[in-house]
């Protein structure tokens, strides 16, 4: 069986390519995109056949976060007011998860690097580096409601389902464990994860009452910065501070890989929510908040 399964896909490809064409609506401009988008489909449906058949409950889950989050290289930031604030922000947004079993924390660490992951169980990462990048509380947002809905779709645990029902993750040392957490905050995720996480993540963000399109927003600034690496260095300060920036988020655009098809599919969500009533007026963007560290759910400004 396991010898026949590259052919099972490749039937699988072919079906789904005679299908599209057979049946689907015809467009004055055809690309291999939509033929990748359903091999996408394709390769997710199979892999999710296997996961059911291993998948953990959310304590399982959360035993294995923490003993993750035990394993944390990284220190605490050293302004506390950062941790109270982003940990106000997240917990607005975990309202509107579809796994309400899960406990989320969330950690400010002390690293220059802008970087933001989660593990499972719940436990999600942002560096005072990011930080330093973002200009509003709905930017903010955008990214812990991204990271919480990796783990809420069961992206994160579902990279270890296969060894804790083996028992293989309780059992390993503390040097491993140091190790794992160190993967995760640049492993990369499947392309179809991202784009799940992405269309969560803007939900979490309109349904908490922020704007959806600063989500979009920190996309492209962040995609200008890493396209900006490697270029000569600039005669202005603000300019190579920006350039060194860009530099430094290798391991976030390792993680979290940007495209243009990213893009399209966030401009396409926030388009139907506007046009559905789902957004309405103008969606609070909090940039007060950020400056003073104050949640919206605690003072919303005007």
């Known amino acids: 069986m396991v010898k026949r399964l590259p052919l099972i896909l490749v039937v699988l490809f072919a079906v789904g390519c005679a299908t599209a064409v057979m049946f689907g609506t015809r467009q004055p401009e055809v690309s291999l995109a939509s033929v990748l988008e359903i091999w996408g489909d394709v390769l997710r449906d ?31 930031a050293t302004d506390p007011t950062w941790q109270s604030y982003v940990e106000d922000v997240g917990r607005a947004l975990t309202y509107h998860v579809r796994r309400p079993g899960i406990q989320y924390q969330f950690h400010v660490v002390e690293q220059p690097t802008p970087n933001a992951f989660a593990v499972a169980g719940g436990h999600v990462y942002i560096t005072t580096g990011m930080l330093t990048l973002l200009e509003t509380e ?29 028992e293989k993750v309780h059992a390993a040392p503390a040097g491993q464990m140091v190790d794992m957490f160190r993967t995760l905050a640049s492993v990369e995720y499947a392309k179809y994860q991202e784009m799940d996480a992405d269309a969560q993540g803007v939900r979490l963000a309109v349904e908490s009452g922020y704007a959806p399109d600063a989500a979009v927003r920190v996309f492209y600034r962040l995609n200008r910065l890493a396209a900006g690496r490697g270029r000569r260095v600039e005669k202005s300060p603000v ?61 919303r400004f005007s």
């Not at 999710?48 to 889950?61: C, I, N, P």
């Not at 947002?141 to 990796?150: F, V």
């Open 46 to 76: 199979v892999d999710q056949a296997g996961l059911g058949m291993t998948r953990v409950s959310d304590a399982e889950e959360m035993t294995l976060g923490r003993n993750l989050a035990a394993a944390s290289p990284w220190p605490p």
């Open 239 to 299: 300019a190579e501070s920006v350039r060194v920036a860009g530099q430094a988020l290798g391991d976030y655009f390792r993680s979290h890989p940007p495209s243009a098809d990213r893009a399209a599919h966030l401009n396409e969500q926030i388009r139907r929510y506007r046009a559905g009533g789902a957004v309405s007026g103008a969606p609070y963007e909090g940039r007060e908040n950020y400056q003073r560290r104050i949640a919206a759910s605690r003072q």
């Open 138 to 166: 709905a930017e903010l947002a955008s990214i812990l409601g991204h990271e919480i809905s990796h783990v809420d779709l069961r992206h994160c645990v579902e990279r270890y389902q296969y060894a804790l029902k083996l």
